[in-house]
C-alpha cells in the first residue's frame, strides 16, 4: 500500500491575478478520515476540483492514488460536491445505477447495487420513483448513495453535511466510519467545526488559500493556550499574580452576582497551581473547569482573520468558493 | 469510449423515451390523417355558392352558366380519370381494357360529351370488371355554383348600381332568396355594352366573401372564354374547332446532357435524384435547429441543476461534450429518419412506389448518401459547438438569448440563396456558399447532384474542416471553463474563454 493517498506539493490556482489556492502541501494516508477546514472563499472547492483534475493547478504536484491526474484512477474516487443536483425526470435507481456505469461498473451490478443501496437506506420504496418527486433529505441521500455505489477507495466530499437535517446528518457520520472501517480513505470539507471534531483522524485548516494548520486536535490544541472557567461572586484580581496566568476575561453574570471567568495559561501551566491560588485569596467557586481550545476555537483563531466573504462578486472568489 | 456512449445514450433516451415524443410519433400521422379527413368532410360538406347574373347585354349569363357547367363536366372526367388509374387493375390499364371514353386520356369536347351523354353509371359498369378488391365506388364532384333566378326587385332595377342596392340585402344575409338554405354568395352584373374592347365597360362581381375565390375566378373565365368565342367566330372558326385547338399539347421530350442516350430522357427518376439534395438540405437546417436547441436548453439544465460537477468527478469534459453531442445529434436525426421511412412505406402502400422506389435508389445505389453524411456531420459539429458553448455559459435561456439572435441569423442566413444555389448549382452564389466554411455542408448538398468542379468542393471542405477543428477546440475550451462558473460570464470574457486564457 502507498505511503499517501493523496498527496498535494506546493499546489497554487490563480484566476487572473488573483490566487484561490497559495502554496498549498498536504498529504492524506489511506484509511484515515482527513478534514478539509475553511471558512467560505478559502479555497477549498478549487483544491478539491484540482484533485479531482476537472480543473489543472497553475502550478504544483498532485498525485492521487498514485497517479499525477486523478482522471485515470477516476473509477477508485466518489465524489460528492457542494453544489449538487439529480436529473429530475430519472429515476432513483436509475440515478444510482447511471453514476455507477459511468464509472465502470457492468448495467446489471450497477442496477443491483443501487436498488440494495437504496434499500440500505430505508428509501427502497422510492427507488422507482423520480427524482423530482422526491424530497430534499431523500434527494440528498440518493446523490450520496451514487457516490459511493461503486465501493471508492478514496471519498471526496465536499460540505456533505449541509441541507442535513440532524437525523440525517447523524446518519451521515455513520455511514463515514463504517467507511473507515472498512479501510476507505475519506476527505471532507466543512465549516461546521462539530463534524470535524467528532469525526476526522487529522485536518487541515485552510484561510485565502493558504494552508494555517495541518495535524491532529490534540496536535491544535497543544499549540493553543489552555484556559480555565471559573464561577464566583467574588473578585479574581489576585489570581494574576498565580503562576502561569497570562490572562483574565470576565465573561459576564451568569446568576445571583456569580459571573463567569475565563483564565487563559501559559503552554504548559499547571492548572493546579491556580486552584490552589483562588484557595489561598478565599474565593468562594461553584465552577473550576479546565476547557482545553475547541476546534471552533481553533479554527476563529486560525481561519477567521480575513476570510473572503462567500458573497464575493469576482469570478475568481466565485471559483474559489 | 464508454463513458461518451452511456452519456449519449441517456440523452438520446431522455428525449426519445419520453411520453412527449412517443406521443408526439403516434398523434403526428394520426394528425396528419385527421387534418386530410377534415379538410375533405369539410369540403364536402361546403355549401353550394349561390349566384345570380344581371346581363343587361342579354348575351353573357347563359353563356356563363354553360361554360361553368363544362367546367365541371371536364371536373367530373378528371376526376374519374384519378378514380381509374387507383381503382383499376393496372394490367386491365396497360392492355387498355377501359373503353372510350372511360379510359383516361386527354380531355377533349368530344370525350366529356360522349361521358356526360352516358352517365356515370355507365362508366362504372364498363370498369366493373377491372376493379381492384375492395375499390370504393367513384365519387362524383358536386354541383359546386348554382345559379338562382334573379330577384324580382333587381330585375326591374333602372340602373346597375340601383340593382347593386336592392341585391345588397341579399348578399349582407339580410334577405333570403325563397327556398335557399344559404345567403346569396355573388352578384354577377354584366353592363350594357361590356365586350373585349378595351374601352367597354367592364362586369362586376359582388360579393360579401372576399377570401374564397373560386366562383370569381370561374366567372372570369367564363367570360373570357365566350369572349374569345365571340372573336374566334368572327373569324369563321366554330366552336368545336375552338374546343379542340385548346387540347393541343405541344410534345417534348427533355434529355440530360451528362447522359448517354440511351439513358439520357428526363424522368421521374432523375428529378428526384435532383430534388432530393435540397430536400436533404433543408432537412439539415431543421435538425441543425431542433438539435441544437435540445443542447442548449439541456446543457443550461444541468448546469443550473449543479448535475455538471457529479458528472465532471466521473467523466472529462471532453467525453461530457462528445455525449451530448452524439445523444442530441441521434435524436435530431430519429424524427426525420422515422418521417422519411414512414413517407417512403406510405408511398409504397398507396401506390407510390415508382417514386418512391426512385427515392431509395437514388439515396442508395449511389455516392450522395455518404456525401450528406459526411457534410450532415460536418454541419451539425460546426453548429452544435456553438450552441453548447452558449448552454455552458448561460444561467437561464435569458441568458442565452442575447448569443441566439446572431446564432439564429448565421444558421438561416443561407435559406434565402438556397433556390438560387439549386436552380443554378454551379454558379457564383453557389461558389460563394461553399467557400464560407460554415456553409459549405449546405452548398456541397445542394450541388451533389450537378457534379462541380472537383477541385472546388476538395478546397472547400478541407478549408471547412480546418474551420471545424479550430471552432470545435476554441468551443470546447469555452464549454470546459464555463459550465462549472456559478455566475455565467460577460460576454467579452466570453471571447478570451475561447481563447484560453
Known amino acids: 500500500m502507498p505511503e499517501f493517498v493523496l498527496t498535494l506539493e506546493n499546489v497554487v490556482k490563480r484566476f487572473g491575478g488573483f490566487s484561490a489556492v497559495d502554496g498549498l502541501s498536504f498529504n492524506v494516508a489511506p484509511g484515515e478520515i482527513f478534514g478539509f477546514l475553511g471558512p467560505n472563499g478559502a479555497g477549498k472547492t478549487t483544491t478539491l476540483r484540482m484533485i479531482l483534475d476537472i480543473i489543472r493547478p497553475s502550478s ?262 | 469510449m464508454r463513458p461518451i456512449l452511456l452519456i449519449a445514450w441517456r440523452e438520446y433516451r431522455q428525449y426519445i423515451f419520453s411520453r412527449g415524443f412517443l406521443l408526439f410519433l403516434i398523434m403526428f400521422p394520426l394528425g396528419v390523417v385527421f387534418i386530410g379527413a377534415a379538410i375533405g368532410f369539410l369540403e364536402k360538406s361546403k355549401p353550394a355558392r349561390d349566384y345570380v347574373i344581371l346581363d343587361q347585354t342579354g348575351v353573357y349569363a347563359d353563356a356563363v352558366s354553360e361554360e361553368i357547367e363544362r367546367r365541371r363536366e371536364r371536373d367530373l372526367v378528371e376526376a374519374w380519370d384519378f378514380y381509374v388509374s387507383i381503382a383499376v387493375d393496372e394490367g386491365a390499364l396497360e392492355e387498355n381494357l377501359v373503353p372510350a371514353p372511360y379510359a383516361p386520356g386527354p380531355l377533349a369536347r368530344a370525350r366529356v360529351e360522349a361521358f356526360h351523354t352516358a352517365g356515370v353509371a355507365a362508366a362504372e359498369a364498363s370498369i366493373a370488371p377491372y376493379l381492384q378488391g375492395g375499390a370504393p365506388r367513384f365519387d362524383a364532384p358536386r354541383h359546386l355554383f348554382v345559379r338562382l333566378d334573379l330577384p324580382g326587385e333587381a330585375a326591374s332595377a333602372s340602373s346597375l348600381g340601383e340593382a347593386v342596392e336592392r341585391l345588397r340585402p341579399y348578399l349582407l344575409d339580410q334577405k333570403r332568396i325563397a327556398g335557399r338554405a344559404e345567403p346569396l354568395f355573388a352578384a354577377i352584373l354584366i353592363p350594357q355594352g361590356f365586350g373585349a374592347g378595351e374601352d367597354a365597360p367592364p362586369a362586376e362581381f359582388w360579393s360579401r366573401n372576399l377570401t374564397d375565390t373560386a366562383l370569381q375566378a370561374a366567372v372570369e373565365s367564363a367570360l373570357e372564354q365566350t369572349l374569345r368565342r365571340q372573336a374566334a367566330a368572327e373569324h369563321g372558326l366554330s366552336l368545336a374547332t375552338l374546343e379542340d ?206 457534379d462541380p468542379p472537383f477541385w472546388e468542393i476538395a478546397g472547400a471542405t478541407a478549408l471547412m474542416l480546418a474551420f471545424a477543428i479550430v471552432l470545435t477546440m476554441a468551443m470546447g475550451r469555452i464549454f470546459r471553463a464555463a459550465i462549472l462558473q456559478a455566475s455565467p460570464p460577460r460576454a467579452r470574457d466570453v471571447w478570451k474563454l475561447a481563447r484560453g486564457k
Open chain 1, 60 to 321: 504544483g504536484r498532485i498525485e492521487v492514488l498514485g497517479s499525477p491526474s486523478a482522471i485515470p484512477v477516476r473509477r477508485r474516487i466518489g465524489y460528492l460536491p457542494e453544489e449538487r443536483g439529480l436529473y429530475r425526470k430519472m429515476r432513483a435507481a436509475e440515478t444510482i445505477a447511471y453514476f455507477a456505469r459511468l464509472r465502470g461498473l457492468p448495467g446489471k451490478e450497477a442496477k443491483a447495487r443501487a436498488f440494495a443501496l437504496l434499500d440500505e437506506f430505508g428509501l427502497g420504496d422510492f427507488a422507482r420513483a423520480r427524482n423530482e418527486a422526491l424530497s430534499k433529505g431523500m434527494a440528498q441521500k440518493v446523490q450520496l448513495l451514487a457516490t459511493i455505489v461503486h465501493d471508492p477507495e478514496l471519498l471526496i466530499l465536499d460540505e456533505p453535511f449541509s441541507g442535513l437535517d440532524p437525523i440525517n446528518q447523524h446518519t451521515l457520520e455513520e455511514l463515514i466510519r463504517d467507511l473507515k472501517r472498512r479501510g476507505r480513505t475519506i476527505i471532507f470539507s466543512t465549516h461546521v467545526m462539530q463534524h470535524a471534531e467528532r469525526l476526522c483522524d487529522r485536518f487541515l485548516i485552510i484561510a485565502k488559500g493558504k494552508s494555517r494548520f495541518e495535524g491532529d486536535i490534540a496536535e491544535a490544541r497543544a499549540a493553543f493556550p489552555p484556559r480555565l472557567i471559573l464561577r464566583t461572586r467574588d473578585g479574581v484580581e489576585k489570581l494574576g499574580a498565580a503562576p502561569g496566568v497570562r490572562r483574565i476575561s470576565d465573561l459576564g453574570e451568569v446568576a445571583d452576582n456569580e459571573r463567569d471567568y475565563e483564565i487563559v495559561l501559559a503552554p504548559g501551566a499547571d492548572p493546579q497551581a491556580v486552584l490552589k491560588a483562588a484557595f489561598e485569596a478565599g474565593l468562594s467557586l461553584s465552577r473550576f473547569e479546565h476547557a482545553g481550545a475547541s476546534l471552533h476555537d481553533i479554527f476563529v483563531a486560525l481561519a477567521g482573520e480575513g476570510s473572503v466573504p462567500a458573497d464575493a462578486e469576482s469570478p475568481a472568489a466565485e471559483e474559489a468558493a
Open chain 2, 245 to 450: 385547338l385548346a387540347v393541343i399539347d405541344a410534345p417534348m421530350t427533355a434529355y440530360r446532357a451528362d447522359k448517354t442516350e440511351a439513358d439520357a430522357e428526363l424522368g421521374m427518376k432523375d428529378r428526384i435524384e435532383t430534388a432530393l439534395p435540397a430536400a436533404m438540405t433543408y432537412m439539415l437546417l431543421v435538425i441543425i435547429f431542433g438539435a441544437g436547441n435540445l443542447l442548449l436548453t439541456n446543457t443550461i439544465e444541468e448546469r443550473s441543476n449543479k448535475i455538471v460537477e457529479v458528472l465532471l468527478s466521473s467523466v472529462t469534459a471532453d467525453q461530457l461534450m462528445m455525449g451530448k453531442l452524439i445523444g442530441i445529434g441521434a435524436v435530431g436525426l430519429t424524427m426525420p429518419t422515422i418521417f422519411a421511412v414512414g413517407g417512403l412505406a406510405a408511398g409504397l402502400a398507396s401506390g407510390g412506389g415508382e417514386w418512391a422506389g426512385y427515392a431509395v435508389s437514388a439515396l442508395f445505389e449511389s455516392h450522395l448518401l455518404a456525401i450528406y453524411l459526411f457534410y450532415f456531420l460536418c454541419a451539425y459539429m460546426i453548429f452544435a459547438m456553438i450552441f453548447l458553448a452558449i448552454g455552458a455559459v448561460s444561467n437561464s435561456l435569458h441568458d442565452a438569448q442575447s448569443y441566439m439572435g446572431p446564432v439564429m441569423l448565421l444558421v438561416f442566413l443561407p435559406l434565402p440563396f438556397m433556390l438560387m444555389v439549386y436552380q443554378n448549382p454551379n454558379g457564383l452564389i453557389a461558389s460563394i456558399l461553399t467557400w464560407i466554411p460554415i456553409y459549405t455542408p449546405y452548398a456541397v448538398m445542394m450541388r451533389a447532384a450537378s
